[in-house]
């Protein structure tokens, strides 16, 4: 059983201190697993491939670069990371996919930590969540899926995300298949074209119709998935939280979970204060979400 990680690296200079910094992570902490980073073009992959020999004169840069005709897409993110997932998967039992800016935080066999997350789908825990209904609303309907009451009574009319519960992993035994039932879909360039979409939820939902995956739900609210944001959203219960959902992950650079072995949205960190006011900000949005068709209905009743 292997595994390896792809990093997707966009066309800024912070972003790629950021991949240098997380594979200096990969290095301090004995990680033997492979990290992959995804360039869109060789231009930027020379220019980060200079860097990374400078700082790392004995390491190998394993990377891809998409080819041109993806960089028409006005969803990069989406576009390479599906791209990695589907040139590594013959290769691999396991893939995990994450962003530039995470960073190792204690040594791991990460092979048996993706093992585990799949077999305990500690990825399809959701929570309810004040922004994130629009994203999986607009993935669901852009697939067809809005007459599937099954999954709109399970996800409690879209309320409940399992963003970034757990580590992003593909399974490559189903990988081929998923490849198979995503470029069957009519309109994969609107897909790719849609900032909304994410790889990520499109795996999932194909989990969830095609192999019968199932949701488990986390009877907590945040303004987007509860990890990204639980230090500051549930001060009190933070270590209870990450334990109840089983994840190998956090955003909380003081978390006490043992189980995490990486450190995701560094380049989210913000203050209290600006976290309180993204939080009153959020609920409003929520709010002015789910009532105002209601109270555009009201106001023309009044009319009449």
């Given amino acids: 059983m292997n595994s390896c990680i792809i990093c997707p690296i966009y066309e800024k200079e912070r972003d790629f201190n950021y991949a240098l910094e997380f594979y ?27 860097k990374f020999k400078k700082m790392f004169p004995e390491e190998i840069l394993l990377s891809l670069v998409i080819p041109d005709n993806l960089n028409q897409y006005k969803s990069p993110v989406t576009v390479k990371k599906l791209f990695g997932v589907f040139n590594l998967y013959e290769k691999y039992d396991y893939i995990a996919v994450v962003d530039c800016e995470c960073l190792f935080i204690r040594s791991a066999n990460v092979t048996e930590v993706l093992y585990t997350i799949w077999k305990k789908q500690s990825f399809l825990v959701c929570n309810k969540s004040y922004l994130l209904h629009d994203i999986l609303k607009t993935t669901v309907y852009m697939l067809g899926l809005e007459n599937n009451q099954e999954l709109k009574r399970d996800t409690d009319n879209y309320l409940l995300n399992c963003w970034f519960s757990d580590i992003p992993v593909y399974c490559s035994e189903n990988v081929k298949d998923f490849h198979q039932w995503l470029y069957s879909r009519p309109n994969l360039d609107d897909l790719f074209n849609e900032r909304k979409i994410t790889d990520y939820y499109l795996y999932i939902l194909y989990l969830y119709l095609e192999k019968g995956y199932r949701f488990r739900t986390l009877n907590y609210w945040s303004p987007w998935g509860i990890m990204e944001d639980v230090s500051f959203t549930h001060p009190k219960s933070c270590n209870s939280i990450e334990k109840e959902i089983g994840t190998h992950w956090s955003s909380n650079p003081t978390s006490n979970n043992e189980d ?22 959020s609920k409003l949005k929520y709010i002015g979400r789910r009532y105002a068709p209601f109270l555009i209905k009201v106001k023309n009743w009044l009319k009449i």
């Fill in 260 to 281: 995490a072995i990486i450190l995701f949205h560094r380049d989210h960190q913000v203050s209290i204060e600006q976290f309180k006011k993204f939080l009153r900000e």
């Fill in 24 to 50: 200096q992570s990969k290095i301090q902490y004995g990680i033997k697993e492979d990290i992959y980073y995804i360039f869109s073009y060789e231009t930027h992959k020379e220019h980060f491939e200079e």
